[in-house]
């Protein structure tokens, strides 16, 4: 299993940005789909970005044009930048693997992922 640890969360006003990371335990990018999920208090949990093994990325509706995911390979580490942020982005921000083979397209549905990590928390005020 890979591990995962997210890191980069915080309180921040509304227009602001922040960076988050999240440090694999192994190299993914040659055999895994890398996404960050996201969960406000009461709701449940939403996909907001992935990024495929060919760097291709997909964005939540909600955040696309504002939220950029990435990759460095040689920290192992994955990427999601957050700019003009809003309110309604604040809750818990989650890294999660998910382990593909050839074929495999890449999903924001959180069933399809295996390895999660421990969340890191993000909130924004008006």
């Known amino acids: 299993r890979v591990q995962l640890v997210e890191s980069g969360g915080g309180s921040v006003q509304s227009g602001g940005s922040l960076r988050l990371a999240c440090v694999s335990s192994?190299?993914?990018?040659?055999?895994?789909?890398m996404a960050w999920f996201r969960q406000a208090p009461g709701q449940k949990r939403e996909g907001v970005a992935v990024?495929?093994?060919?760097?291709?990325?997909r964005y939540a509706d909600s955040v696309s044009g504002r939220f950029t995911i990435s990759q460095d390979n040689s920290k192992n580490t994955l990427y999601l930048q957050m700019d003009r942020l809003k309110p309604e982005d604040t809750g818990m921000y989650y890294c999660?693997?998910?382990?593909?083979?050839?074929?495999?397209?890449?999903?924001?549905?959180?069933?399809?992922?295996?390895?999660w990590g421990l969340g890191t928390q993000v909130t924004v005020s008006s």
């Open positions: 999660a693997a998910r382990e593909v083979y050839s074929g495999y397209i890449s999903t924001l549905n959180e069933r399809a992922y295996e390895d």
């Open positions: 990024i495929d093994k060919a760097t291709r990325a």
């Open positions: 192994e190299r993914t990018v040659s055999f895994y789909h």
